[in-house]
DNA sequence: TTTATTTGACCATC
DNA sequence: GATGGTCAAATAAA
């Protein structure tokens, strides 16, 4: 995938933040590897099954930087300045800081930033392999287009996963001169209706429904491009190969 | 008729 | 008071 990445592991001793930029940049195209093959498997258990994989994948690299945090710090070493778990630490935020929410009270209230899961941007942001619900759009003070609010459109399973949808801005000054429209998306709370199918041992998940329902926020338009068949790697490589979609997350 | 989306209002937080 | 997140009625689409 990344050439770079083939000697990474010969400077874990003595470039720590050098390893951190790699391991983001690392966990980046697994993330963008994601939101490019999930759109093409048409078959749900084949999208679940690609889901925990990556997931999985994001979690180990997750538990690498982590760890790589804890020696840095402990040896006085300054660690970049990132945000496990999530890709675009700041930009994700909106500008908000990271503060946690004390109180309870209340049904209406700002989100707890502590719930967040992660955060990607990505030119397919409908396709994550979950079926969700619209409940919500808000002109956000500042930006040049709508948060979008969704939430897991199985509620009715007590599933709180919701995530946020926002078009990123073009900014030309920082290397993103391409006019393919890109979204960042907050991931918060956790599918519980997945775990539900997990325990009672089948692979029929409702949020893994991407076929049956043609009504998948927005989906059918963002499908159509992308799902040109079979994938092969080549073919993948092309793609990122490809300077027209300018694959750099961080712009 | 059912289901999903839109949108204004409400509420919590800053 | 400003802002962001959510609710719920109205509306649109299948």
């Given at each position: 995938m990344d050439n770079k990445m083939t000697s990474s592991s010969m400077m874990v001793v003595h470039g720590g933040s050098e390893m951190d930029s790699l391991l983001r940049r690392?966990?980046?195209?697994?993330?963008?590897?994601?939101?490019?093959?999930?759109?093409?498997?048409?078959?749900?258990?084949?999208?679940?099954l690609a889901?925990?994989?990556?997931?999985?994948?994001?979690?180990?690299i997750n538990g690498v930087i982590s760890r790589l945090q804890s020696i840095t710090a402990a040896g006085g070493e300054s660690a970049a300045a990132?945000?496990?778990?999530d890709v675009i630490s700041?930009?994700?935020?909106?500008?908000?800081?990271?503060?946690?929410?004390?109180s309870n009270a209340g049904q209406k209230r700002r989100r707890n930033n502590e719930k967040r899961s992660r955060s990607l941007v990505t030119i397919v942001p409908h396709y994550d392999g979950h079926h969700w619900r619209k409940y919500g759009q808000k002109k956000i003070n500042g930006r040049q287009h709508a948060r979008s609010y969704y939430k897991c459109a199985y509620t009715e399973r007590n599933c709180s996963a919701t995530k946020t949808i926002q078009q990123q801005e073009h900014n030309r000054t920082l290397n993103c001169e391409d006019e393919t429209p890109?979204?960042?998306?907050?991931?918060?709370?956790?599918?519980?209706?997945?775990?539900e199918n997990t325990r009672n041992g089948t692979n029929n998940d409702p949020c893994m429904d991407l076929t049956q329902?043609?009504?998948?926020?927005?989906?059918a338009t963002d499908f159509e491009k992308f799902d040109q068949g079979d994938l092969d790697m080549s073919s993948l490589m092309e793609v990122f190969d490809n300077p027209?979609?300018?694959?750099?997350?961080i712009c």
């Open positions: 690392q966990q980046e195209l697994v993330i963008q590897l994601r939101a490019l093959i999930l759109p093409a498997l048409r078959d749900s258990r084949s999208a679940g889901v925990d994989l990556f997931d999985g994948v994001i979690d180990c990132f945000v496990l778990g700041n930009g994700a935020g909106e500008g908000q800081e990271e503060k946690p929410v004390i890109k979204y960042i998306v907050v991931y918060y709370g956790h599918h519980s209706c997945r775990d329902s043609g009504k998948i926020a927005g989906a027209e979609l300018n694959w750099n997350i």
